[in-house]
């Protein structure tokens, strides 16, 4: 995952998070969707 429009050869984008950062903070579990990106 990039922060910002971050780009870089070789690197693959993973995903975007769209709710904001909190949940890195929180121990524990939350769920994730991964989606194929068309």
Same mark, same amino acid.
């Given at each position: 995952?990039? &922060? *910002?429009? &971050?780009? /870089? @050869?070789? $690197?693959?984008? $993973?995903?975007?998070?769209?709710?904001? &950062? =909190? *949940? $890195? /903070?929180?121990?524990? =579990?939350? @769920? $994730?969707r991964? =989606?194929?990106?068309?």
């Amino acid at each position: 995952m990039f &922060y *910002a429009d &971050y780009k /870089h @050869p070789g $690197l693959v984008r $993973l995903g975007r998070f769209e709710d904001g &950062y =909190e *949940a $890195l /903070h929180v121990p524990g =579990e939350f @769920p $994730l969707r991964i =989606e194929r990106i068309q």
